[in-house]
């Protein structure tokens, strides 16, 4: 079985504060993928990665930087948290097979509230 | 960039009813089309793909069509259950990449 695992469920951090979240998969998947999930709005890419210390933004990276430092691993940073990034986070990661793109297995999510 | 419109954003039916949910695509490279059910507090989770070479797609109550000249495809469940109920994203993916452009979401409700 796939296991996408986030470091948190919930978060609650202020206004300024800089915030890690951490997502890990256990199926030496090539690509790792955040996306932010917002009621009437759907899962936007905030950025994913394709190899280790590779990156790419995605939709709405703005506010957001990443890091890739072991395969299995991929962080998403809040460098300066805004109210406007209380949000659900989804970690994703699929396989890479030439350009094809493959089923994404989801994390179970992080609830982040900013105050 | 790869826009993608669902709709409805809500569709109510009566146990044992048919549903359809539609989506739309803006980038005629695009070749992959997945759909992901959403139950309430879960992560999302695939139910059913396409690939651009292929027109449907069954499995057991649900079916997916694909009409690469209209770009759109859509979602069929048939015989619904209360479980059924939940949102559902249909998704596309450019060619080229192995990225993924959403939908807004359906929310189905599935009434006994």
């Known amino acids: 079985d796939v296991k996408v695992t986030q470091s948190s469920r919930y978060l609650v951090k202020r206004t300024g504060e800089k915030v890690f979240l951490e997502c890990v998969q256990d199926m030496d998947h090539e690509n790792m993928f955040w996306y932010r999930q917002d009621p009437g709005l759907g899962l936007r890419l905030i950025y994913f990665?394709?190899?280790?210390?590779?990156?790419e933004k995605g939709d709405i990276p703005e506010g957001y930087s990443v890091s890739r430092e072991k395969k299995e691993r991929f962080s998403l940073i809040l460098e300066s948290a805004s109210t406007n990034q209380t949000s659900m986070y989804l970690c994703?990661?699929?396989?890479?097979?030439?350009?094809?793109?493959?089923?994404?297995?989801f994390g179970p999510g992080t609830r982040l509230t900013v105050t | 960039g790869e826009n993608v419109e669902q709709h409805p954003s809500t569709l109510s039916v009566q146990e044992g009813d048919s549903a359809v949910i539609k989506c739309t695509y803006s980038d005629s490279a695009s070749n992959y089309f997945p759909w992901y059910k959403q139950e309430l507090g879960k992560r999302p989770q695939l139910i059913i793909d396409?690939?651009?070479?292929?027109g449907e797609k069954k499995d057991q109550r649900i079916a997916v069509t694909l009409n690469k000249t209209a770009k759109h495809f859509s979602l069929h469940i048939t015989e619904t259950q209360p479980e059924d109920s939940a949102v559902y994203f249909c998704?596309?993916?450019?060619?080229?990449?192995?990225?993924?452009?959403f939908g807004k979401g359906t929310m189905l409700l599935v009434s006994p």
């Open positions: 990665s394709y190899d280790v210390k590779m990156k």
């Open positions: 998704a596309a993916s450019p060619s080229g990449y192995s990225t993924l452009t």
């Open positions: 994703a990661s699929s396989f890479a097979v030439g350009e094809r793109s493959y089923e994404q297995y």
């Open positions: 396409i690939r651009s070479n292929v």
